[in-house]
């Protein structure tokens, strides 16, 4: 059993959404992660629903909603054509998009957690010697939460590659633009090319296993459905 083009268009593909999405979800993460694990505010409880939504909602469910707004009649779709940015359904980009949506809670729960965790006191001392707010986030809570950051960034990452519903309803079946692992292994199904699907489903099995095994190997704890 051997990969096609096709099958290899699509792994590289797919690895390049999966380090887009975890990159750009670490950045978003981290604020909104933080924000809930401080705040007194009664809006905590509506936010953090909303950020867990993914995890109980059918993929399919948020990918067409995306698909609406985003879409050439959609408020953000109309706003993205004004700017000259065309419209974000069946590119790249919009896989990104709706990754980053479908991904959030991998993200943002285990940052929480661990930000929740460090409690008051790291931070109260480092106030004492005079560090600021900047600087005691810089070097006191990056350092201790970097357990949770491994578990954000690799759950993050095997959510995105493993991800089917919304991606096919947001990008389509395109090759080389928006056609994914998991969409190509359906091909195959579809096409009754079992053997190829058997060789592409091994391929991103074992990766997914390399994966999980960053996370597991090191005893770090992980949130998941």
């Known amino acids: 059993m051997t990969l096609t083009a096709e099958d290899w268009q699509a792994i590289r593909l797919t690895l390049a959404l999966a380090a887009t999405t ?7 993460a981290t604020p909104l992660a933080w924000w809930l694990a401080r705040t007194r505010s009664p809006w905590k409880g509506p936010v953090a629903a909303l950020v867990a939504l993914p995890l109980v909602l059918p993929p399919t469910v948020l990918g067409f909603y995306l ?6 009649v959609g408020p953000v779709g109309k706003l993205t054509q004004a700017l000259g940015l065309g419209i974000l359904p069946f590119t790249f ?16 729960q285990p940052l929480q ?6 409690g008051e006191a790291p931070l109260e001392a480092a106030a004492t010697l005079r560090a600021g707010p900047w600087d005691r986030f810089i070097h006191v809570v990056l350092p201790l939460a970097r357990s949770g950051f491994l578990t954000a960034g690799v759950l993050s990452f095997a959510h995105t590659i493993g991800e089917f519903g919304v991606v096919l ?6 090759p080389g633009r928006t056609r994914v692992v998991s969409v ?13 699907a058997h060789a592409l489903s091994a ?15 090191r005893g770090t704890p992980s949130a998941g459905r």
């Not at 975890?22 to 978003?28: E, S």
């Not at 698909?67 to 050439?72: A, D, E, K, Q, W």
């Not at 980009?93 to 943002?108: D, I, K, R, T, Y």
């Open 169 to 174: 309803m947001m990008g389509g079946n395109i």
């Open 22 to 28: 975890t990159a750009l979800l670490l950045a978003l």
């Open 113 to 118: 957690q661990a930000f929740t965790a460090l």
């Open 67 to 72: 698909l609406i707004l985003l879409g050439p």
């Open 184 to 196: 190509q292994i359906y091909d195959h199904v579809q096409a009754f090319a079992y053997e190829q």
């Open 93 to 108: 980009s919009g896989l990104v998009v709706a990754s980053v949506l479908a991904s959030l809670p991998f993200a943002v």
């Open 203 to 217: 391929v991103m099995l074992g990766l997914s296993f390399a994966v999980l095994l960053v996370l597991y190997g």
